[in-house]
């Protein structure tokens, strides 16, 4: 029998203001690095970047695509051959396998060009069981040494270069966020045959300066390593700036709205509880946002903080979840003029709700992005036949930052 099931997801982007006449192709970009001082991609800049949330509120610049290599099922090419296209065999793939130094060796990714590692993943099996995984070389600008070299294991779960929270093992998994530029090209390997990964990467534009990462640029940058670290685990809350706050009860069907001060200026935190915190108020209360005369937040409160389906604790970068109920993000929100929250409530009850924004100085400029955040539910959704589910179909210049999806 085909089973059934609720699936709820929630997108979070920025997009810049587009004139009516401007029709252009999504860009999408993805985590990694900033130009430094110099005007060049750096492991420096790059790490400056992961704990400076205003950059991520700005067009790229220098600009660049996300992109990855992964182990995906090779029979999946067009949805054209449903057979093919809903392969779900993703192991064992790799681009080729080729004889370096008498070693054989498959290729993970090869890249030409100016770029830069953002992140690998690995749930090889091997890994998790704390078993030798082979060694994973970086042939970077085309040298035929290898620039980094390690055991996949030390590697992912951080014992090799940096440890966590740049590289760790988890939720099945081990993971590696240490940016890794380079100027010319990039070519990853495993002397064992691969099981599942992912590799993301940004390709810059040609002509980009990229300083090319080295053990000597690590070891310059281990105290920038150290200091980022620690502030990423901490997730720390804006400060300074002026509060706009809300403490109202809302009734069935009703809604309460606070306006921001009149900008330039940027939401920088957010804070909401509600009463009750229950499952279904966590869904049927909205949290619903306009900046400069646009539509821009329109998302459950459960979800747009990251809870998905009832109450959920966890803390990263972006949002918390208490175990008080209380729930927070740390997105950076900008508008060039005005903007206003409101509380919808779509449920039965009457909930009572406590909002406080964090509202801080923003100057604005051609570069400047609203961040939108939008969801989207189905329900009753049969898992045969297959089908593909879309997340979002967005037209224009933006950034998309992440999703958080809900199965029920």
């Excluded at 080295?214 to 400060?239: H, N």
Aim: charged content about 20%; glycine content about 10%.
């Amino acid at each position: 029998m085909p089973s059934r099931e609720r699936v709820g997801t929630t997108v979070f982007l920025f997009a810049l203001a587009l004139t009516a006449a401007t029709t252009v192709a999504v860009r999408a970009a993805g985590a990694g690095g900033a130009a430094g001082a110099a005007g060049a991609v750096t492991l420096e800049s790059l790490l400056a970047e992961m704990v400076d949330r205003d950059r991520l509120a700005r067009w790229p610049d220098p600009f660049y695509l996300c992109k990855q290599f992964s182990s995906y099922n090779r029979l999946a090419k067009t949805p054209d051959d449903p057979q093919g296209w809903f392969a779900n065999g993703d192991q064992g793939y790799f681009l080729r396998t080729e004889t370096n130094t008498g070693r054989a060796e498959w290729v993970l990714m090869d890249h030409a060009g100016p770029g830069c590692i953002g992140r690998i993943w690995s749930p090889d099996r091997r890994l998790l069981a704390g078993k030798e995984t082979g060694t994973v070389r970086f042939y970077l600008d085309g040298s035929a040494e290898p620039a980094l070299e390690a055991p996949f294991l030390d590697f992912l779960s951080g014992k090799a270069f940096a440890g966590p929270p740049f590289a760790y093992v988890s939720q099945r998994s081990g993971v590696l966020f240490l940016p890794i530029p380079f100027a010319k090209g990039c070519k990853v390997t495993l002397d064992e045959k691969p099981f599942y990964y992912i590799i993301t990467y940004r390709s810059y534009e040609k002509g980009t300066k990229v300083e090319t990462f080295s053990k000597e640029a690590f070891e310059k940058a281990r105290a920038t390593v150290e200091s980022v670290g620690r502030t990423l685990l901490e997730a720390p809350d804006a400060t300074g700036g002026t509060t706009a706050a809300m403490e109202k009860r809302v009734a069935p069907g009703g809604s309460e709205s606070v306006a921001l001060p009149a900008g330039p200026a940027a939401v920088r935190g957010l804070r909401v509880t509600l009463d009750p915190c229950d499952e279904q108020a966590l869904r049927s209360t909205v949290l619903v946002m306009e900046a400069d005369g646009e539509a821009t937040v329109w998302c459950p409160a459960g979800d747009f903080f990251g809870s998905g389906v009832g109450l959920n604790p966890f803390k990263g970068w972006y949002r918390t979840v208490a175990k008080d109920g209380t729930l927070a993000c740390r997105w950076i929100m900008p508008y060039r003029a005005s903007a206003s929250l409101t509380v919808l409530n779509l449920g039965e009850r009457p909930v009572a709700v406590t909002l406080a924004a964090t509202i801080g100085p923003w100057a604005w400029d051609d570069r400047s992005m609203h961040f939108h955040a939008n969801w989207r539910q189905q329900y009753p959704l049969a898992t045969r036949p297959q089908s593909d589910w879309n997340y979002i179909d967005v037209r224009g210049h933006g950034v998309y930052v992440g999703d958080t999806l809900a199965i029920m």
